[in-house]
Each structure stands twice: as structure tokens, then as C-alpha cells.
Nanobody
Framework: QVQLAESGGGLVQAGGSLRLSCAASGRTLSGYTMGWFRQAPGKEREFVAT????????AYANSVKGRFTISRDNAKNTIYLQMNSLKPEDTAVYYC???????WGKGTLVTVSS
């Protein structure tokens, strides 16, 4: 059984940075596209970024492009989300996922204060 465990969330001031990690266990996921999604209070879950397993190609939501960077370390079966220039509107629970396989983590809360 695959488990995804997010970490690295917390409280940060606007303009600050955080680095989220998502460690996978139970199966090697190096060949799969993995992604980050977020859900703000009272809103639907939305796409943030993905990274392909085949060539590490990335894609980003327009709202985070240029501020967030997704990466992966296949040796550690882990993906990361480096978040810079954080804004209050980035406040949300952040989830990592292997959408094609239906695997989701439980999420980590990021709160950005103004």
C-alpha cells in the first residue's frame, strides 16, 4: 500500500519561504507524475504543480508560476515544493498526490500572514 506523507507546512509572514516535502512509501514512484494541490478554507481543491516521472518536466498553476518550484529526488522517493514570495492567498492545506493512481497524502497546512 502506497502512503504519501507531507511535511514542512507552518506559519510564515508574507514574502517568506517554505519548503514542503512529500515522502512516498510502499512503492517506488520514480516513473510516475506526481503533483501538489491545495485547498483553501471554503474553496475547492486546486492544482498547484506537477512533475513528470519520465523526464522531470514540470507544470505550474499561473498563480504560483515564478514563485514555486517543484522537484523530486527519486532516490528518496520524495518530491518537494519550494515556495518563495508567499502571499496570504497561498494559505491552504497542501496535498501531494499521484493522481493517476489515486494516491493522496493527508496534507500539510500552510498559513501566510499579512
Amino acid at each position: 500500500q502506497v502512503q504519501l506523507a507531507e511535511s514542512g507546512g507552518g506559519l510564515v509572514q508574507a514574502g517568506g519561504s517554505l519548503r514542503l516535502s512529500c515522502a512516498a512509501s510502499g512503492r517506488t514512484l520514480s516513473g510516475y507524475t506526481m503533483g501538489w494541490f491545495r485547498q483553501a478554507p471554503g474553496k475547492e481543491r486546486e492544482f498547484v504543480a506537477t512533475i513528470r516521472g519520465s523526464d522531470a518536466g514540470t507544470a505550474y498553476a499561473n498563480s504560483v508560476k515564478g514563485r514555486f518550484t517543484i522537484s523530486r529526488d527519486n532516490a528518496k522517493n520524495t518530491i518537494y515544493l519550494q515556495m518563495n514570495s508567499l502571499k496570504p492567498e497561498d494559505t491552504a492545506v497542501y496535498y501531494c498526490a499521484v493522481v493517476a493512481m489515486g494516491y493522496w497524502g493527508k496534507g500539510t497546512l500552510v498559513t501566510v500572514s499579512s
